[in-house]
């Protein structure tokens, strides 16, 4: 979690002191994930594949990757996106976009799997967290 708190941090300061251009602005926004489609074990040293479901806000919203935080045998997963900075976005409403998440675990255990669902009223970071056996 300190690093997706790290990494807003860095990508606020960068953002606030890059100069003007007539290029377009791109930033990069973690959205919350809607739901995940995983099995039920998993097996060490192998790709174990992971889908993971988020709502796609605006046309200028595009897939960017995963942010990925290993710590111990939790891992903690975000969807990144890129918003292209524009005039013309255009708010979506219900586009679901799936991706999928290559997992591959190195040891025997129960993995905690934490994904990233959004932030509270208090501006807290929301997680649901998924215990995963692996063998």
Same mark, same amino acid.
């Given at each position: 979690m ?8 860095i ?12 290029n377009?602005?791109?930033?990069? %926004?973690?959205?919350p994930?809607?739901?995940?489609v ?25 897939f +960017?990757g ?8 939790t891992r903690?997963i975000a969807?990144?996106s890129?918003v292209? %900075?524009?005039?013309n976005c %255009?708010?979506?409403?219900n #586009?679901?976009?799936?991706q999928?998440l290559?997992?591959k675990?190195i #040891? ?23 215990s995963? +056996?692996?063998q």
């Open positions: 300190k690093k997706i708190i790290a990494f807003f941090s990508l606020f300061v960068l953002i606030s002191c890059t100069p003007e251009s007539s377009p602005k791109v930033r990069f %926004e973690l959205l994930i809607e739901s995940v995983l099995p039920t074990s998993f097996n060490v040293n192998e790709v174990n594949e992971i889908e993971v479901n988020f709502l796609r806000p605006t046309t200028c919203h595009g +960017d995963f942010l990925y935080e290993k710590d111990g045998l903690t969807v990144q890129f292209s %900075e524009q005039n %255009e708010a979506l409403t #586009q679901i976009v799936t999928k290559n997992f675990p #040891q025997t255990g129960t993995y905690l799997l934490k994904f990233f669902k959004g932030t509270n009223a208090n501006g807290s970071l929301i997680f649901e967290e998924v995963v +056996d692996v």
